[in-house]
């Protein structure tokens, strides 16, 4: 069983305007987000947007924290403020936060339990 423990979960909404550009920003900034114990969890690209605070969405993806203050100091480091200033902001025209939720513990070794299972 794993150890009990939650995690943070932030839903993003982007309108993605040069998808080689975010690739970019993607691979820079993935190392970096690992070390603050981050992941992607869900990624999706979206053809069409039937409701929402923007209909130019075309990017959603969940990204994943041990916790809201490993969130708050990877959005804070400047080796990804760097990464971002030079691919992000040239790639991406908006950007929604769709919402950010704590998971419970017991959510989380579910979900890993079935993982395991599926793979």
């Known amino acids: 069983m794993a150890a009990e423990r939650g995690r943070h979960v932030v839903l993003i909404g982007l309108e993605v305007t040069d998808d080689a550009?975010?690739?970019r920003y993607r691979a820079g900034m993935t190392p970096i987000l690992e070390?603050?114990?981050?992941?992607?969890g869900c990624d999706l690209v979206i053809a069409r947007v039937l409701k929402g605070p923007s209909d130019r969405l075309n990017r959603v993806f969940t990204i994943v924290f041990p916790d809201r203050e490993a969130k708050t100091?990877?959005?804070a480091d400047s080796h990804y403020r760097k990464v971002?200033?030079?691919h992000f902001d040239r790639a991406?025209?908006?950007?929604?936060?769709?919402?950010?939720?704590e998971e419970e513990?017991?959510?989380v070794d579910r979900a890993e339990e079935e993982a395991g299972r599926v793979r």
Do not use: D, M, W
């Open 21 to 23: 550009g975010y690739g």
């Open 35 to 40: 070390t603050y114990g981050g992941s992607f």
């Open 73 to 75: 100091q990877f959005f």
């Open 84 to 86: 971002r200033a030079q």
């Open 92 to 101: 991406v025209a908006s950007v929604v936060v769709l919402g950010e939720l």
């Open 105 to 107: 513990a017991s959510i």
